[in-house]
């Protein structure tokens, strides 16, 4: 499933001896935020140009109208924009769109029992999960993701998994379509039917010749897993060398373990297929050195684990470990750059609280907004295992993000551009999207020519599943979680002043 390192060498040689007619664009005269692997960091070409070719960065060039072209080159011009790789999100879960904004003040054991997986079983229709994978991975392009391992746990039936990968298909996103494996009993649909499904979709591989490739997630590795079952799901994993394994890692009084030493047990963490462990919020030291022992990457999820409440205590400290990612973006933002600002903002918070918490002053910042991109771009493709995702060097990916650095009010007089898309841009500055070297979003607009019909099918499905959901009683928070750790109200933040709470309400009528 996975590109081997073979077949891109052989790629970027055939674009030399012209063994094919290629389709070329080149993109000249922007400030291009390349990567140089010889030094393990970015590089800033300043009006320079990127040649794209088929599916691959060709060259990347510090003159903005190098020579040599391949004849029929399609030439656009980027002068005075910025040029980045795509953003990589390692964890999501991209069926939930439609319950946008009807959980806004929602934490994570309310989403559980009301919008998680097995909550939302029964109600969702095949052209529900379709329509919400569609649109939400048009969200995500649009914001300039490219790509997205998406932990596609609305396996519910044969009907509804083909549904969320045919939409991941179609949307034209590089989508790394994760089968869950986890027993529905509400419908009846358990881990032992979900296999012939999964076989079948591993051996007729409709994403083949696509940017969507197939992966696997499972949430019951430990610390009490059902060993038969779980070496099962480690058996198919190797069998068809899937392109990673994602699981949701919690811990502390949440449960949900998943711990790399759980997946150790197993064999499968020191395997050739990557591993990303979504939020290790309550990891242990242990784990993370097996995590650095064995080269697999944690998803830190800021908004989400700020928004749920199972936070990241210990996340700060392993960043060398870790890329981020989104996760439930029907309740927040779903791009990785106000993921990645958050995140750099909230680690310096952390950083200097340590020094000044000792009567200190701190002499430099903790984070540069150089590891906060990384973090965003390159680091997600490492996770992945993935040296050609996530960076702009010759024989990646053509997973290309274009910025409106000429136009924009945010990016006025911008020097640094890095800096510039870190800190000032919003998602409203992305021009051009691209991915395997074809336009996802064109001169600030989308590129899906049934976008209109597809948006009219969702508001319909939405409206449906909102009304379902508005008749539905919460789930209780009184007495003990299911680990065992009791309920607690925590302090309400007020900022109304007199008497009440001044909690106010959601307005969902």
């Excluded at 390349?34 to 794209?52: C, P, Q, W, Y």
């Excluded at 779903?334 to 009567?359: G, K, M, N, P």
Aim: charged letters at 20%.
């Amino acid at each position: 499933m996975r590109c081997s390192k073979t077949a891109w060498a052989f790629t970027t040689l055939g674009l030399g001896n012209g063994l094919a007619q290629a389709a070329s664009t080149l993109f000249a005269g922007g400030t291009i935020v390349a990567f140089d692997k010889d030094t393990e960091s970015l590089k800033v070409i300043r009006d320079g140009s990127v040649l794209v070719t088929d599916d691959r960065i060709a060259a990347v060039s510090e003159d903005a109208a190098p020579e040599n072209l391949p004849n029929g080159t399609t030439k656009v011009d980027v002068t005075g924009q910025i040029i980045t790789p795509g953003f990589v999100d390692t964890h999501r879960h991209g069926w939930q769109t439609a319950f946008k904004t009807i959980a806004s003040n929602t934490t994570l054991a309310e989403y559980i029992g009301r919008y998680g997986e097995f909550a939302a079983a029964a109600s969702f229709e095949p052209e529900d999960v379709y329509l919400g994978q569609l649109t939400g991975l048009y969200e995500s392009l649009n914001g300039g993701v490219t790509t997205t391992l998406d932990h596609a746990h609305h396996t519910w039936s044969n009907e509804t998994a083909y549904a969320g990968l045919n939409a991941s298909i179609e949307s034209g996103a590089r989508v790394f379509w994760a089968y869950a494996f986890h027993n529905v009993t509400s419908l009846n649909y358990t881990i032992a039917d979900q296999f012939p499904n999964f076989r079948d979709i591993a051996e007729s591989a409709p994403f083949r010749g696509t940017p969507t490739e197939l992966g696997v997630s499972f949430d019951y590795w430990g610390p009490n897993p059902n060993v038969p079952e779980a070496q099962h799901i480690v058996d198919i994993i190797r069998e068809y060398n899937v392109s990673v394994l994602t699981t949701h890692t919690v811990g502390g009084p949440w449960g949900y373990d998943n711990l790399p030493s759980d997946l150790h047990a197993f064999g499968i963490l020191n395997d050739t297929v990557p591993v990303v462990f979504s939020h290790a919020s309550f990891i242990t030291a242990n784990d993370v050195q097996l995590l650095r022992s064995s080269g697999q990457y944690i998803s830190i999820t800021p908004e989400s684990e700020m928004h749920y409440g199972h936070t990241h205590p210990h996340s700060y400290i392993i960043q060398d470990q870790a890329a981020l990612g989104i996760d439930t973006h029907f309740t927040f933002s779903a791009d990785i750059l106000t993921q990645a600002r958050i995140w750099l903002q909230h680690a310096r918070y952390h950083f200097f609280d340590e020094v000044l918490s000792q009567w200190n002053i701190a002499s430099r910042n903790p984070m540069s907004v150089n590891q906060a991109f990384l973090l965003a771009t390159r680091a997600g493709g490492q996770a992945l295992r993935r040296d050609d995702i996530g960076v702009i060097a010759e024989g990646a990916k053509a997973d290309l993000v274009v910025w409106d650095a000429n136009n924009s009010p945010s990016l006025l007089g911008w020097v640094d551009p890095v800096a510039a898309v870190m800190l000032h841009a919003s998602v409203g500055d992305v021009l051009h999207v691209l991915v395997d070297g074809k336009f996802a979003k064109r001169d600030g607009k989308l590129v899906a020519p049934n976008y209109a019909d597809v948006r009219k099918r969702f508001l319909k499905s939405a409206k449906k599943i909102q009304d379902t959901w508005r008749q539905m009683p919460y789930p209780p928070a009184e007495g003990e979680w299911s680990s065992g750790a009791p309920y607690e109200a925590p302090r309400i933040a007020d900022v109304v002043s007199g008497e009440g709470n001044g909690y106010g309400q959601q307005f969902l009528d």
